[in-house]
T-cell receptor, first 109, second 117 residues
Framework: RKEVEQDPGPFNVPEGATVAFNCTYS??????FFWYRQDCRKEPKLLMSVYSSGNEDGRFTAQLNRASQYISLLIRDSKLSDSATYLC??????????FGPGTRLSVLP | SAVISQKPSRDICQRGTSLTIQCQVDSQVTMMFWYRQQPGQSLTLIAT?????????ESGFVIDKFPISRPNLTFSTLTVSNMSPEDSSIYLCSVDSGNDHSYNEQFFGPGTRLTVL
């Protein structure tokens, strides 16, 4: 089993739709959680960190459920510019980042 | 934030040759990371490079195949040796934000796109 797993995708949604991405991780000792965004032929960039209490940044909401070892990302009112691959990333303190396989999103006009 | 540059941005190489990729950071960092991203795949960590010590390689990666140099706190190189078509990939250099807490952000270079014929 991979350490970080994500919805296989791709997700094709119309502009304005709400879309949710799911991620699970296998290491119960994982401490830090992130969503990164990777545009086509570009490097990954941090979208948002995911905190235990959940956090929101504009149209983006991230949730963490440590008991279920589950992370989610919700995008509301999706824009064409949201089209990208979304990478779930997990880190154990003092150790390296582990990247999920990514879920590709295409927002259609 | 950190600004990272990589050279070359892309290359096409013949089987059996070697390529050295350079990574330059605009600030001093303790650890630098080298990742590989194969077509349609996510990122896989190759090794962590600390200045003044041997790089630490992840399972499945060995120094003979991917020698790394880290001569100072702003620069590193990764060599892909004796290349085969299976080495065709994007190679990414990365650093973290350097704060000693668990929510460090990782910054990535633009990547080097390697094609081996």
């Amino acid at each position: 089993r991979k350490e970080v797993e994500q919805d296989p995708g791709p997700f094709n949604v119309p502009e304005g739709a709400t879309v949710a991405f799911n991620c699970t991780y296998s290491n119960s000792a994982s401490q830090s959680f992130f969503w990164y965004r990777q545009d086509c032929r570009k490097e990954p960039k941090l979208l948002m960190s995911v905190y235990s209490s959940g956090n929101e940044d504009g149209r983006f909401t991230a949730q963490l459920n440590r008991a279920s070892q589950y992370i989610s990302l919700l995008i509301r009112d999706s824009k064409l510019s949201d089209s990208a691959t979304y990478l779930c990333v997990v880190k154990n303190y003092g150790q390296n980042f582990v990247f999920g396989p990514g879920t590709r999103l295409s927002v259609l006009p | 934030s950190a600004v990272i540059s990589q050279k070359p941005s892309r290359d096409i190489c013949q089987r059996g040759t070697s390529l050295t990729i350079q990574c330059q950071v605009d600030s001093q960092v303790t650890m630098m990371f080298w990742y590989r991203q194969q077509p349609g795949q996510s990122l896989t960590l190759i090794a962590t490079a600390n200045q003044g010590s041997e790089a630490t390689y992840e399972s499945g990666f060995v120094i003979d195949k991917f020698p790394i140099s880290r001569p100072n706190l702003t620069f590193s190189t990764l060599t892909v040796s004796n290349m085969s078509p299976e080495d065709s990939s994007i190679y990414l250099c990365s650093v973290d934000s350097g704060n000693d807490h668990s929510y460090n952000e990782q910054f990535f270079g633009p990547g080097t796109r390697l094609t081996v014929l």
